[in-house]
T-cell receptor, first 112, second 114 residues
């Protein structure tokens, strides 16, 4: 059974720091992996999606990498800002058309 | 283009009452999903649908039923609500666009069962 783990569960950093959020999954046979952002009391916003054949995806200050063989993905946030404060969720899709399997998230707090 | 919408946004039920949560998407997506999110548990799949008229159980289906009579709508029913069903419910939809499949989420429904 696929399991997704995110470490750390919570992270506090000062504004301007570069940071890395980690995601690991137990079964390397995945279709794709998606990173989401969730603000308190809100829904999920997709940040980046990495297909199984890709190594990384970039959007603005965000970079997500994927290493299928080791069952790991990282989300790199450059020059963090207070507006980045949110919970970040990692999710894997085992096969096309199947539901996502989520980690429990990392709650990020960026102080000014 | 509203994306994925959910009705209602918030509801309070008494134990034993029934209700239906409505999810609607206007992106012509084939796949639709219902998740629940609980503190410390992350998001867990309740039921899903791979097309109009089809439904399947997810990880935590007990106490829920679903229907997909129209492609754009996915209904989640609670026949006899229990306090353990207090949660935030998210609907999502996705479609294969080439080889890329992104899942879009609704804003959530907060349910409190007393």
């Amino acid at each position: 059974k696929q399991e997704v783990t995110q470490i750390p569960a919570a992270l506090s950093v000062p504004e301007g720091e570069n940071l890395v959020l980690n995601c690991s999954f137990t079964d390397s046979a995945i279709y794709n992996l998606q990173w989401f952002r969730q603000d308190p009391g809100k829904g999920l916003t997709s940040l980046l999606l990495i297909q199984s054949s890709q190594r990384e995806q970039t959007s603005g200050r965000l970079n997500a990498s994927l290493d299928k063989s080791s069952g790991r993905s990282t989300l790199y946030i450059a020059a963090s800002q207070p507006g980045d404060s949110a919970t970040y969720l990692c999710a894997v899709r085992p096969q096309a058309g199947t539901a996502l399997i989520f980690g429990k998230g990392t709650t990020l707090s960026v102080s000014s | 283009n509203a994306g994925v919408t959910q009705t209602p946004k918030f509801r309070v039920l008494k134990t034993g009452q029934s209700m239906t949560l409505l999810c609607a998407q206007d992106m012509n997506h084939e796949y639709m999903y219902w998740y629940r999110q609980d503190p410390g548990m992350g998001l867990r799949l309740i039921h899903y649908s791979v097309g109009e008229g089809t439904t399947a159980k997810g990880e935590v289906p007990d106490g829920y039923n679903v229907s997909r009579l129209k492609k754009q709508n996915f209904l989640l029913g609670l026949e006899s609500a229990a306090p353990s069903q207090t949660s935030v419910y998210f609907c999502a939809s996705s479609a294969l666009a080439g080889t890329v499949e992104t899942q879009y989420f609704g804003p959530g429904t907060r349910l409190l069962v007393l």
